[in-house]
């Protein structure tokens, strides 16, 4: 099974990004987050021709999570937040999350207090899957590793850099969800500054998965030829693969 995580930044203005992206990767699912639409205004009609199931938990110009897939969507939920940040499935025999965790906007504030609290509850709702085929994928808003960061963003009052976001995401793999993409290499690169073209960016999109998933991990990557199409979303999907290895 071939998974994509993205964070799409509108998927009304990244249509046709996805469309080419489940072209030339044929992904059995899509995990996309900050879809930035309710959901009687998702444009299912413009991708009713892929072949994809589609779950989605929208809201009005900001947040939004959607899972499609190839596969029956069954067991859907919704209620991680009231915010449009998580949602959750079964799968073509695998259990699926896409994630979009809050920014923090200003490290101390009140809304990276909500952000530490945000990952702490995500650890005990992912527990639910520990004995479980379960791959989440999204935006993490977190740089794990000072490997993840550019030097630009080196330092620890840096948000998605600060020791208590980089520890509330250890806290995660501390309980048994497998990090397999950690050598990548960037994932976001802001539109300013010519980043993309001179990799100034972060990885903070990430899967996680369960000890049985990771067991089956074959392969992942960063998918850039996306982030650099024209007028792309600021991150690039990555993708993972699991099946059987024999």
């Known amino acids: 099974m071939k998974i994509v995580s993205w964070n799409v930044n509108s998927i009304r ?34 991708l009713e021709d892929l072949g994809y199931n589609i779950s989605i ?5 900001r947040n939004g999570v959607a899972i499609l897939s190839k596969h029956y969507i069954e067991e859907v939920k919704t209620d991680f937040c009231e915010e449009a940040r998580y949602i959750e499935a079964f799968t073509g025999g695998v259990f699926v999350a896409s994630v979009y965790v809050p920014n923090g906007r200003l490290v101390g504030s009140e809304h990276y207090c909500y952000k530490l609290n945000f990952l ?11 004995n479980e085929l379960f791959v989440a994928g999204g ?5 794990p590793y000072p490997q993840d960061a550019c030097e630009e963003a080196m330092c620890d009052d840096m948000l998605c850099c600060s ?59 960063v998918l850039k030829a996306a982030r650099a199409m024209e007028k792309p979303s600021d991150h690039a999907p990555i993708i993972c693969e699991i099946g059987d290895k024999k």
């Open 163 to 221: 020791p208590q976001e980089r520890d509330a995401v250890k806290q995660l793999r501390d309980a048994g969800f497998c990090d397999p993409l950690q050598d990548k290499g960037f994932t976001w690169w802001d539109y300013r500054f010519g980043a993309f073209k001179r990799n100034i960016g972060l990885r903070i999109d990430q899967f996680y998965l369960s000890q049985k998933a990771n067991k089956l991990f074959v392969n992942g990557d």
């Open 13 to 46: 203005a990244r249509i046709e990004h996805l469309r080419a992206v489940a072209r030339d990767y044929k992904p059995d699912v899509f995990l996309l987050q900050e879809t930035r639409v309710d959901d009687p205004k998702f444009p299912l009609d413009l």
């Open 57 to 61: 938990r929208g809201e009005k110009a």
């Open 139 to 143: 935006d993490f808003n977190v740089a």
């Open 120 to 130: 702490k509850d995500l650890k005990d709702r992912f527990a639910r899957f520990g």
